[in-house]
């Protein structure tokens, strides 16, 4: 097993009323969506493992959001925040705090849902397309400027999930033979180098 990590440290704050811990499966690297996802004309994609990779910093302190309906993005609705990123395997994992004093219904609705019944979806800006001929896009690069809770069926990916934590949220530990590479961001998210390419809006 691989494990590319990332997160950004918070200090624990015993029973703080806003601050509820989540964790999810936000997509799957070098595997084609199960149906295309808002902003690709229609496309299915492969967002691939090293554009991923290179993009986990950005997701660090990112809000999730989330519709009345469960089924889409609403940018202005941001119960929550990403404190970490990992890539395990093929899942993009994420981890971090709902503002349940904020968002109360959030908070409900996840308890009230069926095991396994949400997933999520990402946000995307500066997305490059390595050929925008193909039938399935294939992203080669991407900033993440956000997250969506919905419906898990409503997702381009249906290995997607989103859950509340039974704990405060997830720590790296290294077991056997893993490979890990985890980072601790001190000074801020660290800037991606902008590259020439299709831009995909």
């Known amino acids: ?40 004309r229609g496309h299915r994609v492969i967002l691939t493992r090293a554009a991923a990779l290179a993009a986990l910093p950005s997701l660090l302190g990112m809000a999730v959001d989330y519709t009345p309906g469960w089924d889409g993005h609403d940018a202005r609705r941001k119960c929550g925040v990403i404190t970490e990123a990992d890539l395990d395997g093929k899942r993009l994992r994420v981890s971090g705090y709902l503002y349940a004093k904020d968002f109360p219904e959030v908070e409900q609705h996840m308890k009230r849902s069926a095991p396994g019944s949400m997933g999520m979806s990402y946000e995307l800006a500066d997305a490059h397309v390595e050929d925008m001929r193909t039938e399935v896009w294939t992203l080669t690069k991407a900033t993440f400027t956000g997250a969506a809770i919905l419906l898990r069926e409503k997702a381009a990916y249906r290995g997607t999930s989103f859950a509340l934590a039974a704990k405060r ?28 390419g299709t831009r995909w809006n």
Do not use: W, Y
């Open 169 to 196: 949220c997830r720590t790296v530990r290294l077991h056997g033979s893993a490979r890990t590479e985890h980072f601790r961001l001190q000074n801020g998210v660290q800037q991606m180098e902008r590259r020439k």
């Open 1 to 40: 097993m691989r494990l590319e990590a990332m997160a950004m440290t918070l200090p624990e704050v015993s029973g703080h009323p806003n601050r509820i811990p989540f964790e999810g499966v936000l997509t799957l690297v070098d595997e084609a969506s199960n149906r295309p996802p808002a902003g690709a």
